[in-house]
């Protein structure tokens, strides 16, 4: 009797260099989705990180009239949450009002913020006159003074 033998090759190499390629295809589009989505995330976008001091008599605005006038701990600038740097502030607040004559302004200060840098935006804000001025804070819950 003769007996015929088939030929039994298997690309096992090959098959494991394809699932690599695959896995990794995927890793690279995932880790790029979810970069584009934390980056471009309108919440994260539009939020200036500030800690607000607290004050037992601290009461909410009402009004649409605002320009929003923001100080983080690093000593940076934003109005409306646009960044200024220091030498463009009393332009960028002029243009403001110029717009709004009866623009109120909210003054939000990072409570680790150096009072340096309170001080220059107050007096900006006294060299445009405007007389309607808030500045802004958590409510206590306690009352007490911290």
Known sequence: MITIRGKKDYLVAL??????DIVMNMFIFFFI????IYTFNPVKMSKIEVRLPKASSAIALEGSERLTFV?????????????????????????????????S?????????????VVKALDIINELNI????????????????
């Open 105 to 117: 302004v909210i003054l939000k200060v990072d409570g680790s913020a150096k009072f340096d840098n």
């Open 131 to 146: 007389q309607k001025i808030s500045i802004a804070s958590v409510k206590n819950d306690e009352g007490a003074i911290q």
């Open 71 to 103: 100080i983080n701990k690093e000593g940076s600038y934003f109005i409306n949450e646009e960044e200024v740097r220091p030498s463009g502030i009393k332009a960028a607040l002029e243009a403001k009002l110029k717009e709004n004559a009866a623009l």
């Open 15 to 20: 098959e494991s260099v394809a699932m690599t």
């Open 33 to 36: 989705s979810f970069s584009l």
